[in-house]
């Protein structure tokens, strides 16, 4: 329930000023962290909120670890958002309708590899939710510390580019420029057993996120052909651009099994995992 002495009432005008942990079904008129204070949506943890954000000087800090939810229908404003989302599980923590969260500085945590240790032979699937400065803007999680990692040492990242992918019929090549953009579709490989990185947006300046689509390159041309897990990190409801076919598996809620959906017809949740079988 609530923490910190408040009164566990719907619609109310909720101010945080200390550390406010969220584990169950709450709904608020409107939520105003102030300054030092945060609020942390932890695991069957969901937060509905409804109105706008009181002025503040300074706002604090918003964490939705795995398995929250915040559904943000009025306007929020916070300091740092951090979302954690895992590729391959369905505990990813959700925001729906983020693009009504105001943050000055916002992160996404994402494990690459729930299930095991990182293989720097694979290549991981995932998108940013913001722009990220591809050198200064990503650490790796090394017991509970975030450590800045070296391109090109540490890891390694491809994008799709559909021109390549119209005239060579190989769709990836390595990133040379400094950002990775928000709902591009990326590959990820690693050097080192690491398996959870963080990426925070490029401008620490208040601004909003921005809904996505996600481009990726699927084909069932190559009989070897792989299943490739990707975890929806837009922080919002995404749709998925495909090049044709019907190459998407997504979790079936409820099984520990997923279907083979068009993706034409899917909505792709936060933190929904999903899989696109491609040839490269």
């Known amino acids: 329930g609530w923490e910190g002495d408040l009164i566990p009432s719907t619609n109310q005008?909720?101010?945080?000023?200390?550390?406010?942990?969220?584990?169950?079904?709450?709904?608020?008129?409107?939520?105003?962290?102030?300054?030092?204070?945060?609020?942390?949506?932890?695991?069957?943890?969901?937060?509905?909120?409804?109105?706008?954000?009181?002025?503040?000087?300074?706002?604090?800090?918003?964490?939705v670890l795995n398995g929250g939810e915040v559904e943000v229908n009025g306007n929020l404003k916070v300091g740092d958002l951090t979302v954690e989302a895992s590729i391959g599980t369905a505990k990813s923590g959700q925001v729906d309708n983020a693009e009504n969260i105001v943050y000055a500085n916002a992160y996404i945590e994402i494990n690459m590899d729930p299930k095991g240790t990182m293989d720097d032979t694979k290549w991981y699937g995932f998108t940013v939710p913001f722009d990220v400065d591809a050198h200064a803007g990503i650490s790796r999680k090394e017991g509970d510390t975030y450590r800045q990692c070296v391109y090109g040492t540490h890891y390694m990242i491809a994008e799709y580019d559909a021109n390549k992918r119209l005239n060579t019929g190989k769709g990836w090549k390595y990133i040379t420029g400094n950002t990775l953009y928000a709902g591009t579709f990326y590959?990820?490989?690693?050097?080192?057993?690491?398996?959870?990185?963080?990426?925070?947006?490029?401008?620490?300046?208040?601004?909003?996120?921005?809904?996505?689509?996600?481009?990726?390159?699927?084909?069932?041309?190559?009989?070897?052909?792989?299943?490739?897990?990707?975890?929806?990190?837009?922080?919002?409801?995404?749709?998925?651009?495909?090049?044709?076919?019907?190459?998407?598996?997504?979790?079936?809620?409820?099984?520990?099994?997923?279907?083979?959906?068009?993706?034409s017809e899917a909505t792709f949740v936060v933190g929904c995992p999903f899989f696109i079988q491609a040839t490269e």
């Open 187 to 263: 590959y990820f490989t690693v050097n080192g057993n690491y398996n959870t990185y963080r990426f925070k947006a490029k401008e620490a300046a208040y601004t909003q996120a921005a809904p996505a689509t996600l481009a990726m390159n699927g084909s069932t041309s190559n009989p070897n052909a792989n299943w490739n897990a990707v975890g929806n990190s837009t922080l919002q409801h995404a749709k998925v651009s495909f090049e044709g076919g019907n190459y998407v598996q997504v979790y079936q809620n409820g099984l520990d099994a997923y279907r083979t959906v068009s993706a």
């Open 13 to 63: 005008d909720v101010i945080v000023t200390g550390h406010l942990t969220i584990d169950g079904d709450r709904v608020v008129n409107s939520l105003t962290i102030e300054g030092t204070g945060s609020v942390t949506m932890v695991e069957n943890g969901k937060l509905t909120i409804n109105g706008t954000s009181k002025d503040a000087v300074n706002y604090g800090n918003l964490y």
